[in-house]
């Protein structure tokens, strides 16, 4: 109560800006509007439940610039409904209020002038349908769990009831939107026990919707210790461009928001890209298959390769007959019924090659190009990478025969004196149809790296030979690139290193260490770069979300602080060492 009644002399204030338009030939007006009245006053008690309204009257004449910034903690299946009128906005509400609650309606930016468009910085205005303002405070911020980025706009909310159900079907006691920095304080609250979480609301419905929402919360109840005073700094409303005043708000829960994976399970795909290849794909992760046939093949004649995530499956028919127009696949699986429980069900799926040419007809030998009778398969290698990942060998389509002994390593030093080398030569243990190919010698710079692969060393399930290919690399020798070595001390666990460019989009390098270890990153271009380090809980090599019904947070992500800094500067040829205690980075 004491914030609102202080704050009102300043809103009543004249102000110096132009009310009407701004002055011809004088300065740009660049001061936002001002509230010069409300009524009723902020602190209103006993408001209420139907047919009221607010009014705020502005110093010049405004426009609703964003009605969904609007916004009214406890919420309602309606919207307030807000109307410009001369110098006023109005807003009323389409829904009785609650008895005995306390309210507030957030302003935000949904405010401008006419003149020049400056932006309201935004008000919060409390009442009560009940006797009393309740008095207690809460503030967090919200961050992407990949990038640790603010998210803004995301809806905060609170909740009495403490069932894995309230967040799905009930709207929160209270809540509020995050800012720029991803900062919330929700204000004018009971002091009792909350449940606390985030959304990324895209229906706008103030409810948790799994299949378009993200969301964030805190594994355990919760409960405010500051109450509201005219003197917090965190109750005030900033200009999102004052660095010092936004980074010094005090943060009590920090959220991380993520999206959940589909938990209802049913196929969601299926098709037929070439005649003996198909896919089915799953709405969920971790597909239960009891089993899975194809009319007219024995089960040796199929051959399948599930992704990691296990929610998509690919298929090949070996077998060299002619396959039929239309393969007819029956997939007997797990699928989530109307309870939500996982049940046996069988799906027959008809599939034909839709938009693409048959390869196998009389009709259509005349059309057939060189790829469509060859073992197709790409050999290549990064020069920035060659030396962690090898040459990389993959094919269209799964191989019967290999010749692998057949591959013919090469390397030429500076002077041209050619040597023979050795390849080691693993498959890929997500993908069979790719191998990687490793120099079984120490890669150095100024040499040059032949891989020949002769004619007819590979058939795939086609039947078809592969031609001959040669793939020449050589490491980088650009005297203006840079290295960077981490040594990293420690490791208790599964991490996963990545380093990344400035904007956070592209994994330069990535590694995987259960030890400490000393991580090289070379040939880098001078500029800025970000190192993000996963925690591996489960140590399955891939960064996993939350589950909110298991409260399950997902992996914690953690990005190296390069003395104050989220980025290093990595300037022209120089070569950086740099220490990471992930015991320290992660404790």
């Known amino acids: 109560m004491l914030l609102v009644i202080a704050m009102l002399p300043a809103l009543l204030a004249p102000s110096c800006a132009n009310t009407t338009q701004a002055p011809t030939g004088g300065p740009k007006d660049t001061i936002p509007p001002l509230i010069v009245d409300i009524k009723p006053l902020p602190g209103a008690v006993n408001f209420p439940l139907e047919k009221g ?46 008895p005995g609650t306390t309210y507030t309606l957030n302003l935000n930016d949904a405010i401008a002038d006419n003149n020049e468009g400056n932006l309201f910085p935004g008000f919060t205005f409390v009442f009560s349908t009940g006797e009393n303002i309740d008095s207690m405070f809460i503030t967090g911020t919200v961050l992407d769990c990949s990038t640790l980025d603010p998210v803004k706009g995301a809806t905060v909310m609170l909740y009495k009831d403490a069932s894995d159900s309230a967040v799905f079907l009930k709207r929160p006691v209270a809540a509020a939107k995050t800012d720029d920095w991803g900062f919330f304080v929700i204000p004018f609250i009971q002091d009792t026990l909350y449940r606390l979480y985030a959304v990324q609301d895209a229906g706008g419905d103030n409810l948790y919707s799994p299949d378009a929402d993200r969301i964030a919360f805190i594994d355990s109840l919760i409960q405010p210790v500051w109450k509201v005073a005219d003197t917090i700094p965190e109750l005030l409303k900033y200009d999102m461009k004052d660095t010092l005043g936004c980074r010094d708000r005090r943060v009590q829960h920090e959220l991380v928001m993520f999206r959940e994976n589909p938990s209802k399970q049913m196929l969601s795909n299926s098709g037929r890209p070439a005649e003996r290849a198909a896919f089915v794909a799953f709405n969920a992760h971790d597909a239960w298959i009891d089993s899975l046939w194809i009319a007219g093949y024995t089960s040796d004649k199929l051959i399948s390769q599930f992704n990691l995530e296990q929610d998509s499956l690919l298929l090949w028919i070996n077998d060299r007959r002619v396959p039929p127009d239309t393969l007819h696949l029956f997939v007997a699986y797990r699928k989530t019924d109307s309870l ?38 790409k050999l290549q290698a990064d020069a920035a990478k060659v030396e962690q990942e090898g040459f990389i060998l993959e094919f269209e389509y799964p191989i019967i025969s290999q010749k692998f002994d057949s591959l013919d390593f090469r390397y030429l030093n500076p002077k041209q004196k050619e040597f023979k080398g050795k390849l080691s030569i693993s498959r890929d ?8 190919l490793k120099p079984q010698v120490k890669m150095q710079s100024g040499f040059e790296y032949r891989i020949k692969v002769p004619h007819r060393a ?130």
């Not at 405004?62 to 919420?75: G, M, Q, R």
């Open 53 to 98: 309204r607010i009014v705020f009257t502005f110093n010049e004449y405004v426009n609703l610039k964003n009605p969904a910034s609007v916004y009214l903690s406890p919420p309602q299946s309606k919207r307030p409904q807000a109307k410009i009128s001369g110098k006023n906005l109005v807003v009323s509400f389409e829904e009785e209020l609650s």
């Open 340 to 377: 939500g429980n996982a049940v046996p069900d069988l799906e027959h799926l008809r599939l034909t090659v839709d938009g693409a040419k048959k390869t196998f007809g009389r009709s259509s030998k005349r059309n057939l190009k060189h790829e469509d009778t060859t073992c197709v398969f």
């Open 429 to 436: 243990s997500l993908d069979l149809r790719r191998y990687i």
């Open 458 to 587: 590979f058939r795939n399930i086609n039947g078809h030979w592969s031609d001959s290919t040669e793939v020449k690399v050589s490491l980088p020798t650009d005297e203006a690139l840079s290295s960077l070595s981490a040594v990293i001390s420690g490791v208790e666990s599964k991490y996963i290193v990545e380093l990344l460019d400035e904007k956070g989009s592209q994994t330069l390098r990535k590694y995987i260490i259960e030890a400490n270890a000393t991580l090289q990153f070379p040939y880098l271009k001078e500029g800025k770069y970000c190192m993000r380090i996963t925690e591996d809980i489960n140590r399955n090599s891939i960064v996993d979300t939350g589950d909110l019904l298991a409260r399950k947070q997902p992996e914690l992500v953690k990005f190296v602080d390069f003395s104050g800094s989220k980025y290093i500067d990595i300037p022209k040829s120089s070569e950086i060492e740099q220490n990471i205690d992930l015991g320290l980075l992660f404790r």
